[in-house]
């Protein structure tokens, strides 16, 4: 079985200040985790994917995650944040499934709220 | 090269309507999945589909059914709408389905059942 985490559900920080959304995750075999963002009134947005290759993912946005398998964590970090990344960011994990398919389960969502 | 469009943006109906919502993939992507996404209830996967074939459901009623034509354009359709199914409802595509492909995703079409 397989299941997210999201630990926070709003996230203040200062723009130039860092950015440390939290994501947990539960399977029962090596995951495929994904971060996604929505912004408001769009769809969502590809940030970075792991995918069982190094465990230090770099995406876009100069957003970056660790796949930490002794802590079950995939926590999303930037250096220093911009009033553009204000939105709405969703963990997903993923795995296949014996049918052929590939299951999806996204966490809660951290909005991020981002201050001049 | 276009993204994924999904149509209408908007919708308004009523209890004991049915309706039906339609996404169209990216070019050459061959895989389609729905998702419903609530205040309430977050983003929940509905179904995805792959080559005309139903690969993966949810766990939603049997008012929600969904298909996929040849060319990989998918509709969903929720017949006997309940107050309950008022939601964004996002289509995503992707070259193929499994771990390395990325999904993109649609607007999607916002469901207000009265």
């Known amino acids: 079985a397989q299941s997210v985490t999201q630990l926070d559900s709003h996230v203040s920080v200062s723009e130039g200040t860092p950015v440390l959304l939290r994501c947990n995750y539960s399977?029962?075999?090596?995951?495929?985790l994904f971060w996604y963002v929505q912004h408001p009134n769009k769809g969502l947005q590809l940030l970075l994917k792991?995918?069982?290759?190094?465990?230090l993912v770099k995406g876009i946005n100069g957003f970056e995650a660790e796949f930490k398998k002794s802590e079950t964590s995939f926590h999303l970090t930037k250096p220093s944040a911009h009033m553009s990344d204000a939105a709405e960011y969703f963990c997903?994990?993923?795995?296949?499934?014996?049918?052929?398919?590939?299951?999806?389960?996204f966490g809660a969502g951290t909005r991020l709220f981002v201050k001049a | 090269k276009a993204g994924v469009t999904q149509t209408p943006r908007y919708l308004i109906k009523t209890r004991g309507q049915q309706v039906t919502l339609s996404c169209s993939p990216i070019s050459g992507h061959r895989s389609v999945s729905w998702y419903q996404q609530t205040p309430g209830q977050g983003l929940q996967f509905l179904f995805e589909y792959f080559s005309e074939t139903q690969r993966n459901k949810g766990n939603f009623p049997g008012r929600f059914s969904g298909r996929q034509f040849s060319n990989s354009r998918s509709e969903m359709n929720v017949s006997t709408l309940e107050l309950g199914d008022s939601a964004l409802y996002l289509c995503a595509s992707s070259l193929g389905t499994g771990v390395g492909h990325e999904q993109f995703f649609g607007p999607g079409t916002r469901l207000t059942v009265l």
């Open positions: 399977s029962s075999y090596s995951p495929s």
């Open positions: 997903v994990v993923g795995g296949p499934l014996y049918t052929g398919g590939f299951k999806t389960i």
């Open positions: 792991y995918t069982s290759a190094a465990t």
